[in-house]
């Protein structure tokens, strides 16, 4: 089992960068691969983007490719969601998560999750 908290959520105005942490616990993040999820209110839970567990793989939704970039540091447990050009629909509370085996896009498919950080992007 692992433990996940997510930090960095905040206001910013649009055009603007955050870069979001999700911190791991309880077991080693190196067996993950990392997604990135957000909900915005009354709305599904979207994929964002996911990071494969020696990061040799990256994918992305439409809506942030090439705004958003993923890393991780499996020596420190840590996930990175560096997001640039931020918009106000980008608005919404952001969460990692992990999963076992490969990349995917559904919320469904993985397996644990942290608590979530609130970005808002003003216009």
């Known amino acids: 089992q692992v433990q996940l908290v997510e930090s960095g959520g905040g206001l910013v105005q649009a055009g603007g960068s955050l870069r979001l942490s999700c911190a791991a616990s309880g077991r080693t993040l190196r067996i993950y691969t990392m997604g990135w999820f957000r909900q915005a209110p009354g709305k599904e839970r979207e994929f964002v983007g996911a990071?494969?567990?020696?990061?040799?793989?990256?994918y992305y939704a439409d809506s942030v490719k090439g705004r958003f970039t993923i890393s991780r540091d499996n020596a420190k447990n840590m996930v990175y969601l560096q997001m640039n050009s931020l918009k106000p629909e980008d608005t919404a509370v952001y969460y990692c998560?992990?999963?076992?085996?490969?990349?995917?896009?559904?919320?469904?498919?993985?397996?644990?999750w942290g608590q979530g950080t609130q970005v808002t992007v003003s216009s």
């Open positions: 990071i494969s567990q020696n990061s040799d793989g990256t």
């Open positions: 998560a992990s999963k076992t085996r490969g990349i995917a896009t559904g919320h469904y498919e993985y397996d644990y």
